[in-house]
C-alpha cells in the first residue's frame, strides 16, 4: 500500500522490494546560509536549493494532481517539522488491528487515528509544505511537495525559517543542471507494515542516512 506518494520522468520499474530504495542526491554545504533560496518547477518537477548561481541540492518531487494542485507563488519557509504526520489520511489502530483510511471516518467504534508519516515537513503556506515520500513519474500528491526520504533529511537541514520559496511552471535551471537528472524507480516498492508506520516518530518510518547530510564542495 503507498497511502502518500508520488514524481517524473520513468526508469526501469520493478515492484520488488520495501520502500524506500537507494536512490540519493548529493547536497552541498552552503557559504552563506543567508543567501539560499528554493526554486521549485512544477513542470520539470523539480527542486533547486540555490545560494546564488550555485545549485546545493537538485532533486526530483512529486506535485500535486489535478484539482488538488501545489500552488504557483512566491512564499517563504514558516514552518519545520521532524516528526510531522498527515491530518487527513493514515490509519485507524485499535489494539493489534490497523486499518487504512481517511481521518474522520472512523472504521467503526474503539478506534484512534494514526496520521500517515510526513516527517521532514518544510511549510510554505498553510497546509502545504515540503516533505519525505515516494517520488512517482507523475503528479501524485494532495498539493505537497513530496522528496525522496533519503534526499529530505538534506533539504531539511539546508533550509530555515525565512528561506524563500519560488514555484514556477517551468524555469531555466530545467534545461540546464535539471535536464539529466536521474529520477527514483522506487515509488511503486510497496510500504513497510502498517504497523511500522504507525509506531514511534514519523522519521523513524525511513531509514536515517549513514553518510554526512551536506558535503564540502
Not at 21 to 28: C, E, F, L, P, T
Not at 178 to 204: E, F, M, Q
Amino acid at each position: 500500500m503507498a497511502l502518500l506518494t508520488g514524481c517524473s520522468t520513468v526508469e526501469t520499474v520493478t515492484n520488488t522490494g520495501t520502500f524506500p530504495g537507494n536512490y540519493n542526491s548529493v547536497a552541498y554545504k552552503p557559504k552563506d546560509p543567508s543567501a539560499i533560496r528554493v526554486k521549485v518547477s512544477l513542470e520539470d518537477r523539480m527542486v533547486y536549493v540555490m545560494e546564488g548561481t550555485r545549485p546545493l541540492l537538485v532533486t526530483p518531487i512529486t506535485i500535486g494532481t489535478s484539482g488538488k494542485g501545489t500552488p504557483l507563488g512566491s512564499y517563504r519557509v514558516t514552518n519545520k517539522e521532524l516528526n510531522k504526520r498527515s491530518g487527513s489520511y493514515g490509519f485507524w489502530v485499535k489494539g493489534n488491528e490497523v486499518v487504512a483510511g481517511e481521518s474522520g471516518r472512523a472504521p467503526g467504534g474503539g478506534y484512534h487515528y494514526v496520521g500517515y508519516p510526513m516527517p521532514y515537513w518544510v511549510q510554505f503556506k498553510p497546509e502545504y509544505g515540503f516533505h519525505a515520500g515516494a517520488v512517482w513519474p507523475t503528479a501524485h500528491s494532495h498539493g505537497c511537495i513530496r522528496i525522496h526520504p533519503n534526499v529530505a533529511p538534506k533539504f531539511f537541514a539546508l533550509v530555515h525559517d525565512g528561506t524563500p520559496v519560488t514555484i514556477a511552471t517551468s524555469l531555466p535551471e530545467d534545461a540546464t543542471i535539471g535536464k539529466s537528472v536521474a529520477r527514483p524507480n522506487d515509488y511503486a516498492w510497496k510500504d513497510k507494515s502498517a504497523s511500522a508506520l504507525i509506531s514511534g516518530p514519523s522519521s523513524h518510518a525511513f531509514s536515517t542516512p549513514q553518510e554526512p547530510l551536506l558535503v564540502t564542495q
